[in-house]
């Protein structure tokens, strides 16, 4: 379950204090654990949402799927998770959304962490990976940052 990338990302901006430079570090590596966590059980994990709350502590955020078909498609769990994220905003320092999802010019996976922080950052981070075959250990890539337009605090 090693991974390549730096326990701080360095590049949340310079707009940003330690405080939410801390959260935005925590809780990513929080995600990417938790992503690695479920490919070690299985080929694919569904959208989940994460977040730090109010008093510290990072917590997985309990998905109603009343509103949703049986069989749900990808698109329809990302809202939905998107929606219980905005619903827990107010008790929440910062937030992410851990989707598996597919680079089709690179021709693998990835995991895809929409993480966003309440003083106003956004991002999305891309660890690429390839599962393992055969009792082999899943190799990642290395992480990739970009700024995100914000979906929880929009």
Request: hydrophobic residues 40%; negative net charge; aromatic residues 6%.
């Amino acid at each position: 379950m090693h991974t390549h990338y730096d326990e701080r990302m360095h590049s949340w901006g310079d707009a940003i204090g330690d405080a939410a430079q801390a959260d935005l570090d925590r809780l990513l590596n929080a995600a990417i654990r938790y992503a690695q966590a479920r490919l070690n059980e299985a080929l694919l994990f569904e959208p989940a949402a994460l977040l730090i709350s109010n008093d510290g502590r990072v917590l997985e955020v309990d998905q109603d799927r009343t509103g949703l078909p049986k069989h749900p498609e990808v698109e329809d769990l990302i809202r939905n998770a998107v929606l219980h994220l905005r619903q827990v905003k107010a008790e929440s320092r910062c937030t992410a959304l851990v989707i598996n999802t597919r680079l089709p010019k690179e021709r693998t996976d990835a995991v895809e962490v929409r993480v966003e922080h309440r003083d106003g950052v956004s991002a999305a981070v891309l660890l690429p990976y390839k599962k393992a075959t055969f009792g082999g250990t899943t190799e990642y890539g290395e992480l990739r940052a970009f700024v995100a337009r914000p979906l929880v605090w929009a």
